[in-house]
């Protein structure tokens, strides 16, 4: 099916069954050989919204399967000749999605901070941006609990992670 999406035109009956593919695909790697066919099949924006629906309310497995195949949805910046400006195809396509990707930082943050599931915390952690400027300010010490729930976790992988996000984006002190 994810083979056949590549090829061109697909029923819009497969949407579901191939978004279900990425999110239980437990490989982080191989996700992206579901991910990327449906995202060119379907859109970037339609994936990352079932993508928000299952980190939203799904189960454990549903929520950490999200946050796996979500980091194949973004939309890449590319630059113009060996610059540091973006050509204006791939700010447009970036900006397209700039009110998913805040919707993702809200709901990963909290989907940390209130599930106790060790695999969502680990999935959800490395694309969760650290830095509290990025929340409004009634979701900020939610930034500073999830930095708390990492360092005293009793997972290494999670007191490792936590420790590399803070160092690019220290949280500020209250």
């Given at each position: 099916m994810a083979r056949r999406a590549e090829e061109g035109p697909v029923p819009d009956d497969w949407f579901g069954p191939l978004i279900r593919a990425a999110v239980y695909e437990p490989d982080p790697s191989l996700n992206r050989q579901l991910v990327d066919p449906v995202r060119n099949a379907f859109g970037r924006r339609r994936v990352q919204l079932a993508l928000l629906d299952y980190l939203e309310a799904g189960s454990g497995a549903d929520a950490a399967g999200a946050a796996r195949a979500w980091y194949w949805t973004s939309a890449p910046l590319s630059y113009v000749g060996g610059s540091t400006t973006p050509t204006p195809e791939s700010l447009a396509e970036y900006e397209a999605v700039a009110d998913l990707r805040q919707r993702y930082r809200h709901t990963a943050l909290r989907r940390f901070v209130t599930d106790n599931d060790l695999d969502v915390r680990r999935c959800i952690l490395p694309g969760l941006p650290l830095d509290?400027?990025?929340?409004?300010?009634?979701?900020?010490?939610?930034?500073?609990r999830a930095v708390e729930i990492a360092r005293t976790s009793d997972d290494?992988?999670?007191?490792?992670?936590?420790?590399?996000?803070?160092?690019?984006?220290?949280?500020?002190?209250r």
């Amino acid at each position: 099916m994810a083979r056949r999406a590549e090829e061109g035109p697909v029923p819009d009956d497969w949407f579901g069954p191939l978004i279900r593919a990425a999110v239980y695909e437990p490989d982080p790697s191989l996700n992206r050989q579901l991910v990327d066919p449906v995202r060119n099949a379907f859109g970037r924006r339609r994936v990352q919204l079932a993508l928000l629906d299952y980190l939203e309310a799904g189960s454990g497995a549903d929520a950490a399967g999200a946050a796996r195949a979500w980091y194949w949805t973004s939309a890449p910046l590319s630059y113009v000749g060996g610059s540091t400006t973006p050509t204006p195809e791939s700010l447009a396509e970036y900006e397209a999605v700039a009110d998913l990707r805040q919707r993702y930082r809200h709901t990963a943050l909290r989907r940390f901070v209130t599930d106790n599931d060790l695999d969502v915390r680990r999935c959800i952690l490395p694309g969760l941006p650290l830095d509290p400027q990025l929340y409004p300010e009634d979701m900020r010490d939610l930034v500073a609990r999830a930095v708390e729930i990492a360092r005293t976790s009793d997972d290494e992988y999670l007191k490792h992670r936590v420790e590399i996000q803070v160092a690019v984006h220290p949280p500020v002190p209250r």
